[in-house]
């Protein structure tokens, strides 16, 4: 009889419940790491075999120290990140486990925007002019030879957190002079505007199984900075006028995962077509994209990335081979934005192609759905309108993740 295969879940923030659920009706054992201030959040209990709370899960060598006594009662077979900020804390865990499954260079690539540029440069996939701040002479030779604007980027926050827009050397050194010996922990690349877009993808055994592309309305980096509506929509892979568009980005995001060498799990990349109308990269993540990105994907697709991570987890956990879950290829749009009201009133927005709404305090968000490319953009583009009128709020850009 095959033994029950137990999973491990970090959660540094509340995500990923879907995660939770699906692995547990595969039949896992499923245990939860989350910090303290977490404990209250509406986690799928009933999916949870045991929850296990701590402080902060990135400190060392607490976090080694904990995951090692648990070992002692639990033979953990995968464990995944739940969020961003989990992921090189999970492979410094299966390094230390001798666990398989993403280690610590390889999650580097994801977390690390430095080492994801470098290596992305290295395979000769296209992207921005940039530099460490290590060498103050090599970054004054990058600023005499790479005209501006710049942006100064936290090599390991997400979000668009942190990111600082530069227009002159002056401002960099100041920059750089507040920051101190926090600077390493920064780099520095050319801003180039253009029209960005997200690839969200199901890797197993080093193939990519699924792709599904996308184009943001506006730069994340905008919204984040200036404020507005954060809006998305499925891009036509075949017979529309974005399908070349498509087709581009799918190219470069398989090139991208496999110089990256992830073996298995979800991915969320980013790249950017340039007023040249060259295709750059600008980051990737090792997990399913936030902003209810999930849901954008499910509306399109019929395909629940949550739950197909957990699928080929326990695939790969229990020998078996994966094949991922049927698909269909309709085309969906999301709408999410900050609102002044606490819980903003969406009944409004009634047209029988809204299939979700965002349940969140201070905030309104619907994903919209439907087979015609262009009856989703003419609701977008309608909505986004309403939206900026009915709720939308404005808050500084954090600097940080909250703690």
């Known amino acids: 009889m095959q033994r029950q295969p137990t999973i491990l879940c970090l959660a540094s923030y509340y995500k990923g419940a ?24 509406p986690w799928p209990r009933e999916s949870i075999d045991e929850v296990f709370l701590m402080p902060d899960l990135r400190r060392r060598p607490d976090i080694f120290y904990a995951v090692s006594y648990l070992t002692r009662a639990n033979a953990i077979d995968a464990i995944v990140p739940l969020d961003d900020y989990d992921v090189e804390t999970a492979a410094a865990l299966r390094e230390h486990l001798r666990l398989p499954g993403l280690g610590e260079t390889g999650a580097r690539y994801f977390r690390d925007k430095l080492a994801m540029r470098t290596q992305a440069a290295v395979a000769g996939i296209p992207v921005p002019p940039f530099t460490p701040v290590f060498s103050y002479d090599r970054l004054r030779d990058y600023m005499a030879r790479v005209p501006p604007p710049w942006v100064l980027k936290p090599r390991s926050e997400a979000g668009a957190m942190g990111i600082k827009k530069l227009y002159d050397a002056e401002a960099v050194w100041r920059w750089l002079d507040q920051l101190g010996d926090e600077q390493s922990f920064f780099h520095l690349e050319q801003f ?4 960005i877009y997200h690839v969200d993808s199901l890797v197993y055994d080093g193939r990519i199984l699924f792709a599904q592309p996308h184009k943001y309305a506006r730069p994340p980096l905008t919204v984040a900075h200036e404020g507005g509506v954060f809006v998305s929509r499925t891009l036509p892979v075949a017979s529309h006028r974005d399908a070349d568009e498509a087709r581009a980005i799918l190219d470069l995001n398989a090139r991208l995962l496999t110089a990256f060498g992830l073996e298995r799990g979800a991915t969320h990349a980013e790249f950017i077509r340039g007023a040249d109308g060259q295709y750059y990269f600008l980051e990737v993540a090792a997990r399913v994209g936030g902003a209810n990105i999930e849901q954008l994907v499910e509306a399109a697709s019929g395909l629940n990335l949550w739950g197909e991570w ?7 956990a229990q020998g078996q081979p994966y094949t991922v879950a049927p698909s269909r290829h309709d085309y969906a749009g999301i709408l999410v934005c900050l609102a002044r009201q606490e819980w903003p009133d969406l009944s409004g927005y009634s047209d029988p192609e809204v299939v979700y709404r965002v349940d969140k305090k201070h905030h309104a968000g619907l994903v919209v759905a439907s087979p015609d490319a262009g009856r989703v953009e003419a609701l977008l583009n309608d ?16 600097d940080k993740a909250p703690t």
């Open 18 to 41: 879907s995660f939770l659920t699906a692995a547990k009706a595969l039949g896992a054992r499923v245990l939860l790491l989350t910090r303290e201030k977490n404990a209250a959040e």
């Open 310 to 316: 957990a699928r080929l987890e326990l695939a790969f």
């Open 383 to 398: 909505y986004v309108n309403r939206f900026a009128g009915d709720f939308l709020a404005v808050l500084p850009p954090l």
């Open 192 to 195: 180039i505007p253009g029209e």
